[in-house]
């Protein structure tokens, strides 16, 4: 269906509720079966009994969450409000608990529902799931019920829910998944049988489209089996910690003749490596890994004051999960923990990528990056004495490596 069509659909399922009447998705026999709604949910009790008429999840994203007292959490397509009001509940009346939704029906049932529950720390936004009417850096965590599924732009979704994460939020939603590409038929057979399975990504394109928003520590688990190669499962992944006022996310483009000057200051120091020039963007960028590069940014200015990327060690299928990593920090900007931001952030992403082996080389004088690897479990497996001249010195290089205990066993 496109936008208008949802909208105007979940609109006349909404206005069914507040009428009074139990409202499906799908076939009444499958929507109990399948989990979907009220079913999938431990605790409704002291729920306003709308809002529990409303709901249309096939899970519950409250439970896996994480929520804790005091924080914020946005919950995209809230419909009727019953995961909202579970959420206000976990974070308390020093938290927040915001709402998004397109029909301005279900906005009405739901914040009717939140009136009636008593609910003050509750907020009901209208707009799209694609552009969240909230700023940068606005909540802890972002939950879902079944609606992600039903964007069609879910690149654009999983961005905004990225862009309004505080860095270390958790994205931790309920959504239908399919085993592989449904042909049109078989679609529209399941699609009537339970709803909700049009445009639903394999776990593969969820991982991949969360990787590429900057998302780390996916974790993808079926929680249903709908026959069919359709399931509900549950999706977390965490936006990656830094310090204050930073941000570690995807490198950009519009990065370039920053990432290349933090690179030229880093080879001025002498420490960093045998090359003495920065390479230009063209030549960067051809040689590194193009979803395992990442930088850290000031929240306010934009500025880059650091990044980390990787290459890959040979085109043989046997290295595939073995890669070569770089990590530069500004030299102004040092000694604040950028460092083991950046490298924590990709070594979650590593492995999420299945890369069982990263390594590099150190120059022995560089004490300050060796101790950056070592404190994140890298180790040194070999000395290359005499491996080349720089300015003229024979130097030593270190080679480190960290082995995965998750990718590759």
Known sequence: MAHDEIVDHYSQLA??????????????????KGCFGAAGYDDISALPEAAVRASLGCGNPVAVAELRAGESVLDLGSGGGIDVLLSARRVGPQGKAYGLDA????????????????????????????????PDHAVDAVISNCVINLSDDKAAVLAEAFRVLRPGGRFGVSDVIIDNA???VRCAAVEQRIGCVAGALTVDEYRRLLARAGFVGTRITLSADHSDGVHSAIVQAVKPASGPGLEIRPMREADAGQVMAIYQAGLDTGQASFETIAPNWEGFTTGKMPHLRYVAADTETGEIVGWVAASAVSARPVYTGVVEHSVYVHPGC???????????????????????????????ENAASLSLHQGLGFRVVGTRERVGRHHGIWRDVLMVERRSTVAGC
């Not at 139990?22 to 499958?30: H, Q, S």
């Open 15 to 32: 206005r069914a509720a507040a009428a009074g009447r139990v409202i499906t998705d799908c076939g009444p026999d499958a929507f109990e």
């Open 103 to 134: 029909s301005p029906d279900m906005l009405a049932l739901a914040r009717r529902n939140a009136e009636q529950a008593g609910a003050h720390n509750v907020e009901f936004l209208r707009g799209a799931i694609e552009a969240i009417p909230l």
């Open 182 to 184: 449904l042909d049109p």
């Open 334 to 364: 040092q000694a604040h923990g950028i460092g083991r931001a950046l490298l924590t952030a990709f070594i979650a992403a590593s492995e999420d990528a299945g890369v069982w082996t990263i390594q590099s080389g150190i120059f022995p």
